[in-house]
């Protein structure tokens, strides 16, 4: 194939004009398709993520907090699998939902068939999930689950629920375990999601004319709380 051969968009499959071209790894992009991508398709934003905070163990939450930015992946290489990088400022809420699943335990009478417990027993499993409400045009929630493989517990026959109220899953280490870590990702983007609203309020609030303590000048503070005549610091 030459080197000025008719291209073809491997998306849309209209021709590609002469400077119209986008080269992917495996084929080719016209400009068109190209004006559609998500602005999250270049690597610019992942190559200048720092993390400064790890929450999480399979899908983990990557906090920059010098940045104000956070990314959700289960990836390694946060460079070849470039996550969305989204704003402190874009999240809206975050919610913990435990999902609980039961299955009856049955024995075997003296014929050999199968029968409920008097009264009936059960197994739990248990899964956690994350919810992050973001202000996004492409998108409006991230849901992800915390544990790898469900939390399964068996109360002891004179624990049963229902029979027995002194059962209770957060007995189980595992099921603790995972709970907290939730609730710590949770809380976490909560505090960050209210510390951006607060600096919102902090700005547009109204600055307070003070005496200046250098040059004895009336002065509003500017936003590094210095003088606005002679620069020195008003605010400590």
């Not at 983990?60 to 290489?77: H, N, Q, S």
């Not at 000048?217 to 606005?228: K, N, V």
């Amino acid at each position: 194939m030459g080197l000025f051969d008719k291209k073809y968009c491997d998306i849309c499959g209209e021709k590609i004009g002469l400077l119209g071209n986008r080269k992917l790894e495996n084929g080719n992009l016209c400009k068109h398709c190209a004006n559609k991508l998500s602005p999250w398709f270049s690597r610019e934003k992942v190559a200048s993520f720092h993390t400064t905070r790890t929450l999480g163990t399979v899908t983990k939450v990557l906090l920059d907090e010098d940045a104000g930015k956070f990314i959700v992946t289960r990836a390694r290489d946060l460079a070849e699998a470039n996550p969305d990088v989204l704003d402190f400022a874009d999240v809206t809420g975050c919610n913990l939902d435990i999902d609980e699943s039961r299955c009856e335990i049955l024995r075997e009478d003296k014929d050999g068939n199968e029968v409920s417990y008097n009264p009936p027993r059960y197994e739990y499993s248990y899964d956690f999930y994350i919810t992050i409400f973001v202000n996004n045009p492409y998108f409006d929630e991230i849901r992800f689950q915390i544990n790898s493989s469900p939390v399964d517990i068996t109360p002891p026959p004179m624990l049963r629920p229902g029979i027995n109220a002194g059962f209770n899953p957060e007995n189980n280490v595992e099921y603790r375990n995972y709970k907290n870590l939730a609730e710590e990702i949770r809380q976490a983007l909560t505090q960050v999601r209210q510390d951006v609203r607060d600096q919102i309020q902090q700005a547009a609030a109204p600055k307070a004319a003070v005496t200046c303590p250098y040059c004895g000048a009336t002065t509003t503070p500017d936003a590094s709380g210095c003088c606005e005549y002679c620069g020195g610091a008003v605010n400590s």
